[in-house]
């Protein structure tokens, strides 16, 4: 797990230093930069809890030409590499019951460089077949987040089982 996750690290590094590269004057990050993390990562528990597979593909980072997709989705029983992949599973497990319920108040945001940060997040997550078979588990979700040139994307996701 531990090379995976340096794995994963390494990667969105490489991905943020691209991005960079195209995006034009550098940026330090500032407050604006915070909220509008946040606001990227609350846009995603929505489109999520909503089912709006469309609404959640758009917050994850694009694949720049020439470099590996960026996107991963990494927890005890999956591991998902690239968007499609991430897609694919979500189209699948929002025929079910599923809702992703971060405590807003407690998101954290933690600046790695001027276009990449972390996000930590006290999350409930309730997931099931259906609506009598889905269970509500408390996750601290650990997320990526990269600029890009159309502004703050999701990266990775590696939700840990807070029990």
Do not use: N
Not at 14 to 32: N, S, Y
Not at 42 to 61: C, K, N, P
């Amino acid at each position: 797990m531990k090379q995976h996750f340096s794995s994963l690290l390494c990667a969105v590094a490489i991905f943020a230093a691209g991005v960079t590269a195209h995006a034009g004057t550098p940026h330090q990050f500032d407050e604006q930069d915070r909220q509008d993390v946040k606001a990227v990562f609350l846009q995603q528990a929505a489109a999520a809890s909503a089912h709006d597979i469309a609404a959640f593909e758009r917050v994850f980072a694009p694949t720049p030409a020439g470099q590996p997709d960026p996107v991963t989705f990494i927890a005890r029983a999956y591991q998902f590499w690239g968007k499609t992949a991430l897609i694919e599973h979500f189209t699948g497990t929002f025929k079910g019951a599923w809702k992703f319920e971060p405590d807003a108040e407690r998101v954290k945001i933690i600046p790695l460089t001027p276009d990449t940060a972390e996000i930590y997040a006290p999350t409930q997550v309730t997931s099931g077949t259906s609506s009598e078979t889905a269970k509500t588990a408390p996750f601290l979700v650990y997320e990526v987040a990269v600029r890009t040139p159309e502004g703050w994307r999701i990266a990775a996701i590696v939700p840990v089982p807070a029990q």
